[in-house]
């Protein structure tokens, strides 16, 4: 089931990249749950997909243009790490900009049922169950 959830997170993440959200949504559980607050303590928990498509809105809104980009996938089981590079360009300024966050992405039924978003490698290793 491992290399099914690898496949699965990088077809979601490319449909995503390719403005398709609607296939990116569809790879996921219909109750995923979207978790910012370890990147950003304000930011909140967006459920299903109403909630993921709040969560997008907003990045579009601030950045035009968006991408993220595994860098490094670890497999756990029914859990994935992730490595992601983000590049973007502000939609006011013009700017671009990247950043790196990490994700561990838990799955069901080969469908990611909550993605849980880290700044600190370790501390998302020690989310995933993984040693350092």
Do not use: C, H
């Amino acid at each position: 089931m491992s290399q099914e959830n690898v496949d699965a997170f990088v077809r979601g993440t490319a449909a995503y990249n390719e403005g398709d959200w609607n296939a990116a949504l569809e790879a996921m559980d219909p109750n995923v749950e979207f978790d910012l607050s370890r990147v950003m303590p304000e930011m909140e928990v967006y459920r299903g997909y109403e909630g993921v498509k709040a969560f997008w809105s907003m990045l579009r809104e601030v950045f035009g243009e968006f991408r993220t980009e595994p860098e490094e996938i670890i497999d756990a089981g029914d859990r994935l790490l992730t490595r992601n590079r983000l590049r973007g360009t502000g939609q006011a300024s013009g700017a671009r900009t990247a950043d790196v966050l990490y994700q561990v992405v838990t799955f069901r039924d080969g469908r990611p049922i909550r993605v849980v978003f880290f700044r600190d490698r370790a501390e998302a290793l020690e989310a995933a169950g993984l040693p350092e």
